[in-house]
């Protein structure tokens, strides 16, 4: 059984830096293409995709240059690092992940993705 945790949401003032962890436990990590989404309050039935890595780095035009997603094969952990935060950032960040690559696959359709997680809560403060 696959599983997903992230961990690291806060409450972070605009301009501030979060880093995010999602650490993947039940398969072989280095196997999956991995991706970070978010819900933003009031919108519940609207999952925003924001960054994927498999081989290469994917962003949303949204979090370019203000975000990165390495991924730590050794320790089963993608992460989100989020610099130069926005009150627009606020969110419930979720992980996911995906068996195999994204070459024919659009990294930003949720509906590719095989395992998420339970998401994180972060709040950015004006």
Same mark, same amino acid.
């Given at each position: 059984?696959?599983? +997903?945790?992230?961990?690291?949401?806060?409450?972070?003032?605009?301009?501030?830096?979060?880093? +995010?962890?999602?650490?993947?436990?039940?398969?072989?990590?280095?196997?999956?293409?991995?991706?970070?989404?978010?819900?933003?309050?009031?919108?519940?039935?609207?999952?925003?995709?924001?960054?994927?890595?498999?081989?290469?780095?994917?962003?949303?035009?949204?979090?370019?240059?203000?975000?990165?997603?390495?991924?730590?094969?050794?320790?089963?952990?993608?992460? +989100?690092?989020?610099?130069? +935060?926005?009150?627009?950032?606020?969110?419930?960040?979720?992980?996911?992940?995906?068996?195999?690559?994204?070459?024919?696959?659009?990294?930003?359709?949720?509906?590719?993705?095989?395992?998420?997680?339970?998401?994180?809560?972060?709040?950015?403060?004006?």
């Amino acid at each position: 059984q696959v599983e +997903l945790l992230e961990s690291g949401g806060g409450l972070v003032q605009t301009g501030g830096s979060l880093r +995010l962890s999602c650490t993947v436990s039940g398969g072989v990590f280095r196997r999956y293409s991995l991706a970070w989404f978010r819900q933003a309050p009031g919108k519940e039935r609207e999952r925003e995709y924001v960054a994927a890595i498999s081989v290469s780095q994917f962003y949303s035009d949204s979090v370019k240059g203000r975000f990165t997603i390495p991924r730590d094969n050794e320790r089963d952990t993608v992460y +989100l690092q989020m610099n130069s +935060l926005r009150p627009e950032d606020t969110a419930v960040y979720y992980c996911a992940a995906k068996e195999g690559g994204l070459r024919y696959s659009v990294p930003s359709s949720d509906n590719i993705y095989d395992y998420w997680g339970q998401g994180t809560q972060v709040i950015v403060s004006s």
